[in-house]
Structure formats: structure tokens, C-alpha cells
């Protein structure tokens, strides 16, 4: 069984960093690709940054480019999403997820397996 737990969400000032980790069990993280995505009150589930299977390739939406760094570290079987110069829009429920291919997808519904969700809170 696929097991993903998010840590490292708070409430953070605007400007400030903030990095999140996804441990994972029962999966290895570096055959599949991975991804984060967000939900704030009111929207659709949407995606942040990932990692392609087997090459590691990793990929930030727009939304969060030049403020976003997706890393892996495999002996830990551990994801992370680094985000700098936060804004009050990245405010939301952050989730990761993993998916049965290497392929890296920015469809919430090409994933298989989700973490519970993590909080971020970023004031003004």
C-alpha cells in the first residue's frame, strides 16, 4: 500500500520561503512521477511543480516559475517543493501524489495516490 505524508505547511509572511516534504512508503519515488498540487477555498486542485520518472525532469506551472524548486531525494524516499517569495495567493492546501508511470501529468486525475494535504497560510 501507497502511503504519502506532507509536512513542513504553517502560516508564513508574504516574501518568506517555505519548504515541504512528502514521505513516502510502500512506492519508489524515483520510478514514478511525482507532483505537488494546491487547492485554495473555492477552486479546482491545481498543479504546482513535479518529477518525471527515471530521469528526474522536474517542472513548475507558471503560476509559481522562478519561485519554485522540486527535489527528490531518494534515499529517504523523500519529495520536496522549495517555494521562495511566497505571495498571499499561494495560500492553500498543498498536496502530493504520485502516479503508475514515469510520465510526468498536470492532471490531478492521472494520479493514483495522494497525501492528506498540508495547510499554507501566507499573509500580507
Known amino acids: 500500500q501507497v502511503l504519502l505524508v506532507e509536512s513542513g505547511g504553517g502560516l508564513v509572511q508574504a516574501g518568506d520561503s517555505l519548504k515541504l516534504s512528502c514521505a513516502a512508503s510502500g512506492r519508489t519515488f524515483s520510478d514514478y512521477a511525482m507532483a505537488w498540487f494546491r487547492q485554495a477555498p473555492g477552486k479546482e486542485r491545481a498543479f504546482v511543480a513535479g518529477?518525471?520518472?527515471?530521469?528526474?525532469?522536474?517542472y513548475c506551472a507558471d503560476s509559481v516559475e522562478g519561485r519554485c524548486t522540486v527535489s527528490l531525494d531518494n534515499a529517504k524516499n523523500t519529495m520536496y517543493l522549495q517555494m521562495n517569495t511566497l505571495k498571499p495567493e499561494d495560500t492553500a492546501d498543498y498536496y502530493c501524489?504520485?502516479?503508475?508511470?514515469?510520465?510526468?501529468?498536470?492532471?490531478?486525475?492521472?494520479?493514483?495516490?495522494w497525501g492528506q494535504g498540508i495547510q499554507v497560510t501566507v499573509s500580507s
Open positions: 501524489a504520485i502516479r503508475s508511470s514515469r510520465y510526468l501529468s498536470t492532471a490531478a486525475s492521472a494520479y493514483d495516490y
Open positions: 518529477l518525471s520518472g527515471t530521469s528526474g525532469t522536474t
